[in-house]
């Protein structure tokens, strides 16, 4: 886990979570670039329709809520300053 935390590229990791985490990235950070090419990677990786709507609804869903929390200046609570507090 603190692999994936630190830089999920360097952690050792099953195809599938590795071509679900790159595909998460390029819609994160470039949703636009995003192709038809990437859907063909996730199910080659063994991903079905059905798993990859859920992978792309809920990577938007987060991006929408950091994006509504940044917009509106909302703080964090203290917990997540705390090096060795975890959500895990």
Do not use: H
Request: charged share 30%.
């Amino acid at each position: 886990m603190d692999a994936i935390k630190k830089d999920y590229r360097e952690a050792k990791l099953e195809e599938a979570d590795r071509a679900m985490l790159e595909y998460v990235r390029k819609l994160t950070l470039a949703p636009a670039s995003t192709a038809e090419a990437d859907i063909e990677q996730l199910r080659a990786a063994g991903f079905g329709d059905k798993a990859i709507l859920e992978i792309n609804q809920i990577a938007g869903f987060f991006a929408w809520c950091n994006r509504t929390v940044d917009g509106l200046g909302v703080e964090l609570e203290a917990f997540w300053d705390d090096p060795n507090a975890s959500n895990v």
